[in-house]
C-alpha cells in the first residue's frame, strides 16, 4: 500500500506542472491503454505482484468549465498471484480477462489537472494455476464458478500533455464473492485485488460531428433544418412575449432621445455631433452572450436577439455584421469553429424571422477584443458572445 500511495503521489505532482489550454472533451472520442500491476490479497500469506494490461474508450455527454459526465469502458487482461510455503502449490498464478461499462465522472480542478471516478459492470473470467501454468485442483475440478459479474470501481487522476493526449494514473480494486481467486476458499477474508495502472489516451473528434466544425463563407449545412428552428423559436418567442414588449418601449424611448439630441444639436459643431453618433452606436450595437462551449443561446438572450431584430428589421437599406467570440479557455483548435458556430446562429435566427441573407457579413474573432479580463469566471462569460453592428 505505501508503494502505491507513493506512485500516486508521484503522478499528482507531475501534473502540477503540466502546461495546456483547458481540454474540451465534448463530442471526443479518448482511445488509450495502460500497464498495471496487481496487488493480491487472498489465502496464500505472501501478497504477490503481477501485471495488467487494458485497452480503454472514453466519450463524454456533458460538460462545463468544472465538470465533465460520460461513458467509459474497458477491457483487459492480467495475472494475479500470491505464495505461500504452509501450502501445496506454495504458489497460484491466475489469469484475469476483464471488460466493464458504465460512467465516469471528472472534475477539472485546473487546466491541465482533473481525477476522475468511474462506476460501472464488469464482466470477469478467472483462471487459477500454479507457477508453472498447471491448472489448480479445485479449478480442474468444475467446483466453482469462473465467470464473475459484479460492480467497476476506479478512481484516477487525468493530465492534460498537449491538445488532444492526456497521461493518467488510476486505482482499481475488487473483490471475488466465491473467494476462489486462489483455488481455495478458506479463511474469514475474501481475495481482494487492487490493481494500479498508468497510461495514455488520445482524443479525436467523433466522426458524427465533425462535420460540424467545418468553417466555410457559406451558411453551415443545418439551414435546410430552418422549420425547425422557426418551430423552436415560436416557443421561446411565446415564454418571452412581455420581456420583449418591454423591450420594444424601452428602444422607443431611446429613439426619441436620440430625436431630442438631434434637435438640440443642429447647428452645433463636430465635437458635440460626436454625442449623437455614439448614442446612434449604441442603439445599433447588440450583444448576446453563451454558456461556456456552447453554439445556442440561453432562453433570457432571445431578448437582446428579439430586440436587434426589431432595429434591422425597420430599415430594409441597412447591412450588419455579426461576429463571433470566444473566451480564452475553450480549446486553441476550435476556437474559430466555436465562434462561427455562434455567428451563425444569430444569422440563421434572423433568416428565419424573413430577413435576406444578403443584409449580414459575418466574421470570427475567436478570443480576440476581450470585453472583460479572461482570469475568472465572470469575465470569461463577458467574452462568449456574438456582437451584431451596423456597417451601412
Known amino acids: 500500500m505505501k ?25 471526443k472520442i479518448l482511445l488509450g491503454g495502460d500497464l498495471g500491476f496487481t496487488f493480491t490479497s487472498s489465502d496464500y500469506k505472501n501478497v504477490g505482484v503481477g501485471l495488467m494490461i487494458r485497452g480503454v474508450g472514453e466519450y463524454y455527454l456533458y460538460e462545463n468549465e468544472s465538470h465533465k459526465i460520460g461513458l467509459r469502458a474497458f477491457g483487459g487482461y ?48 478467472f483462471n487459477p494455476k500454479d507457477k508453472d501454468g498447471n ?17 467497476a470501481l476506479e478512481f484516477g487522476i487525468r493530465f492534460n500533455i498537449n491538445n488532444d493526449l492526456y497521461g493518467y494514473g488510476s486505482l482499481i480494486p475488487f473483490s471475488l464473492s466465491n473467494d476462489y481467486i486462489d483455488d481455495r476458499a478458506s479463511g474469514s477474508a475474501k481475495d481482494f485485488v487492487v490493481t494500479l495502472n498508468f497510461g495514455l489516451m488520445y482524443a479525436f473528434d467523433a466522426p ?23 418551430e423552436e423559436n415560436k416557443i421561446e418567442e411565446t415564454i418571452l412575449e412581455k420581456e ?26 463636430p465635437e458635440k455631433s460626436n454625442i449623437v ?9 447588440g450583444r448576446v452572450f453563451f454558456d461556456y462551449g456552447k453554439t445556442e443561446l440561453d432562453r433570457m438572450e432571445y431578448v437582446e ?7 434591422i428589421a425597420e430599415d430594409n437599406t441597412t447591412r450588419w455584421r455579426i ?3 470566444t473566451d480564452n479557455l475553450e480549446p486553441v483548435q476550435v476556437h474559430q469553429s466555436v465562434a462561427i458556430q455562434r455567428a451563425y446562429f444569430v444569422l440563421r435566427y434572423f433568416m428565419s424571422k424573413g430577413i435576406e441573407r444578403e443584409r449580414f457579413e459575418v466574421d470570427v474573432k475567436g478570443e480576440e477584443n476581450p470585453l472583460a479580463s479572461n482570469d475568472d469566471p465572470k469575465g470569461r462569460e463577458k467574452n462568449r458572445r456574438v456582437e451584431v453592428t451596423k456597417i451601412k
Open 3 to 27: 508503494r502505491i500511495l507513493i506512485s500516486l503521489l508521484f503522478i499528482a505532482s507531475i501534473t502540477i506542472f503540466a502546461q495546456s489550454d483547458y481540454p474540451q472533451l465534448t463530442d
Open 78 to 125: 492480467g495475472v494475479s498471484t500470491g505464495s505461500d510455503k504452509r501450502f501445496d502449490p506454495d504458489g497460484f498464478s491466475t489469469q484475469l480477462y476483464t471488460l466493464a461499462a458504465g460512467g465516469i465522472y471528472s472534475l477539472q480542478v485546473s487546466k491541465s489537472v482533473a481525477p476522475y471516478a468511474f462506476l460501472g459492470l464488469r464482466y470477469l473470467r
Open 135 to 151: 491448472t489448480l485442483p479445485n479449478n480442474a475440478a468444475n467446483e466453482y464458478d469462473r465467470n464473475v459479474v459484479n460492480l
Open 208 to 230: 458524427w460531428v465533425s462535420d460540424q466544425k467545418k468553417i466555410s463563407d457559406d451558411l453551415p449545412s443545418g439551414m435546410e433544418n430552418e422549420k425547425d428552428i422557426v
Open 244 to 269: 420583449v414588449a418591454d423591450v420594444k418601449l424601452e428602444t422607443k424611448e431611446l429613439k426619441s432621445n436620440e430625436e431630442i439630441i438631434l434637435k438640440e444639436n443642429a447647428d452645433v459643431g
Open 277 to 285: 453618433e455614439e448614442l446612434s452606436y449604441k442603439l445599433d450595437l
Open 305 to 311: 436577439l428579439d430586440r436587434l431584430y426589431n432595429l
Open 323 to 325: 461576429t463571433g467570440y
